[in-house]
């Protein structure tokens, strides 16, 4: 069977995802943030086999200078039909794209989305004239409303049928070397590659030339086809205006940060995960331990394998359910509100030139808040930084430097009753090494951070539903990838029990805690509760005669100390066992350190 290609191509935020979804009926990411996706999510249209429909990422021109642009490159050069999916309130920001697209002489559709915010707006778009002007089909839809895809399905079928009812509209540039099609337009965009197989580069200054030819005739377009009010909406202006604002953006960012603490950390964290953890030990734990001890005596290595405090049923099971699975769900629901709203954009744009001093750019802002809730799933969302650099020193400020909210809330509860300047050393130690190993990261690893170039989308509120499909989509990956490490996991840490290899870890780290802390040696079972959950390290503290001095002590170093076990995990599988196991080390060694210099030379 001779599979025919279309390729969905468009700048970012535009609802290529949702058109895919329309046209295919499986899901693919759907974002609105750049960069979430870079991955191809391909499938055959609906009722036609031997149509293969692939999702490209978002990007703004035809080149090869981001993985977005080499990833869609490589998609239009193998594509039968090119589909072009337009923004309608961003017309004339879109249509560049477009021009550029018609050059490559490849057989094109427009589709004119949003078409509902158009009309909402009280716009008009002529699709008939722009048609015309382009000299191919346009197709006007609605991808939240499913409007206008009866249409384009009969296009697209039409086109299957018959491929030479859609003739090529325009003609690559001429370029030397017998180049043609993408590598003729790559060699007028001066890229290197087609540069090096021509063996001659363009005229100086034809490429700018190009470019403001076809910026002035996507203008010249968008004009003559709307009517109406200006594209954009003003309450979203004025909206901008404040998000954007540095004093209303700081005031907007704090707000943001309470309601992570408040929702995630309070009651996610605090209410739903204790509520949950009570139930799973007195209820379903007990029938699990019966259950195995129908087959092992309880005692017994297997059992204690299998069903101890930490085996791989029982502590597995506690873990992955009642700890992990609520802080993954709020997680991922709050990241869909915001992506899906065009917030996290204006944050991103917003802390830009604050982190660019750090060796990242605004983008790392997403995982850096999500730390401060929960740092395993603030890990998992460093995938959407553009570099490996960037993904490397986000995970090493996560692992190193941020407490999750379980931890900083008992944290809290410690240096609460000790009064103001203990808890501001305790603050200024863990922001000033925040600031000190971001900056030694950015002048230690090779590489410089990604420009942050994106286009803001509109603010738009989100879809309960697509929130929710989003939300149960990336739960049930992440259960999927990380559940079996869980559970191995956690019957590593029970067979470390049963060989006794953790009480001596307990004893043999005591004096010198002691020594180098000036903690006493019961401390030293803190630090190992809080290798499994970081708030149980810190409780440990509360059973333990300290000093403010101690207290402030043992507060920074357990920060510092190593993540948690299943921040480990995730930070292992993220980055591999070399460099995640350099990373785990890298903390004890930070902790250890600065946990000395607290002890020994903080006047307190």
């Known amino acids: 069977m001779v599979v025919q290609r279309v390729v969905l ?48 990422p978002g990007v703004y021109g035809l080149s090869r200078f981001t993985p977005e642009e080499e990833v869609t490159a490589g998609l239009v050069a193998e594509a039968d039909l090119l589909v072009n999916v337009v923004d309608a309130t ?72 018959t491929p030479a009812r859609l003739p090529p509209p325009g003609t690559p540039p001429r370029a030397p070397g017998g180049l043609s099609g993408l590598e003729a337009l790559l060699w007028a965009e001066e890229d290197p590659q087609a540069v090096a197989r021509a063996g001659s580069a363009p005229p100086p200054g034809s490429r ?43 005031l907007t960012v704090v707000l943001l940060l309470l309601t992570v603490y408040e929702l995630v950390g309070v009651l996610v964290a605090g209410r739903l995960v204790g509520a949950l953890e009570g139930w799973v030990r007195g209820s379903l ?43 993954v769900t709020a997680f991922y629901l709050l990241l869909a509100v915001l992506e899906d709203s065009g917030y996290l954009p204006r944050l991103a744009t917003l802390l830009d030139r604050w982190f660019l001093k750090l060796g990242l750019n605004g983008r790392a802002v997403i995982p850096l808040v999500l730390g401060f809730g929960c740092v395993t799933m603030a890990t998992v969302t460093t995938r959407i930084l553009s570099t490996p650099r960037e993904r490397t020193m986000a995970t090493i400020l996560l692992a190193w430097t941020v407490p999750c909210s379980a931890q900083m809330g008992v944290i809290t509860g410690l240096l609460s009753g000790l009064g103001w300047r203990y808890a501001v050393a305790y603050a200024g130690i863990i922001v000033g090494l ?60 029970e067979l470390a029990t049963l060989t006794g290899l953790l009480p001596a870890l307990e004893r043999a780290l005591g004096p010198a805690l002691q020594g180098w ?60 066992l070399v460099r995640g196991g350099a990373i785990w080390l890298g903390s004890i060694v930070l902790a250890l350190l600065t946990g000395g210099a607290v002890a020994h030379g903080l006047p307190l």
């Open 208 to 250: 700018e030339a190009r470019y403001r030819a076809r910026r002035l005739e996507a203008d010249r377009l968008a004009a003559e086809v709307w009517t109406g009010p200006g594209e954009g909406d003003r309450w979203t202006r004025r909206l901008d205006a404040v998000l954007l604002h540095p004093l209303g953006g700081a």
């Open 434 to 493: 925040f600031v000190l190993v971001g900056t030694a990261l950015d002048r230690t690893l090779p590489g410089r951070p990604a420009p942050l170039l994106l286009a803001l989308p509109p603010l738009r509120w989100p879809q309960a539903g697509a929130v929710w499909v989003k939300t149960w989509i990336k739960v049930a990956g992440f259960l999927r990838e990380a559940g079996p490490l869980f559970l191995i996991g956690s019957g590593a840490v």
């Open 517 to 576: 802390l000036g903690l006493p040696p019961q401390a030293a079972s803190a630090f190992l509760l809080g290798f499994l959950r970081r708030d149980f390290g810190a409780a440990g503290f509360y059973g333990l005669s300290l000093s403010p001095h101690q207290v402030v002590t043992g507060a920074v170093t357990l920060t510092l100390f190593v993540p948690c076990l299943a921040s480990t995990l995730v930070i292992l599988k993220e980055q591999g």
């Open 9 to 56: 191509v468009g700048n970012p935020n535009v609802g290529k995802s949702r058109v895919f979804q329309r046209l295919t009926g499986v899901y693919a990411e759907v974002s609105n943030f750049p960069g979430t996706t870079v991955e191809v999510t391909r499938a055959a249209l609906r009722g036609r086999r031997e149509v293969e429909v692939a999702d490209s």
């Open 285 to 327: 734990v007990p029938l699990l331990q019966a259950a195995v001890g129908q087959v092992f005596p309880p005692g017994s290595p297997p059992y204690r394998l299998l069903a101890g405090e930490f085996g791989i049923l029982t502590g597995g099971v506690t873990y992955l359910f009642a700890l992990l699975l609520p802080l």
């Open 90 to 161: 961003r017309l004339s920001r879109d249509l560049f794209l477009t021009l550029q697209l018609r050059e490559l002489g490849r057989p094109l559709v427009v589709v004119l989305n949003l078409m509902d915010e158009v009309a909402r707006a009280g716009a008009r778009l002529d699709r008939a004239r722009l048609s015309a002007r382009l000299g191919v089909p346009v197709v006007p839809v609605s991808a939240r409303t499913g409007e206008g895809f009866d249409l384009l399905e009969d296009v697209l079928r039409s086109w299957a049928d």
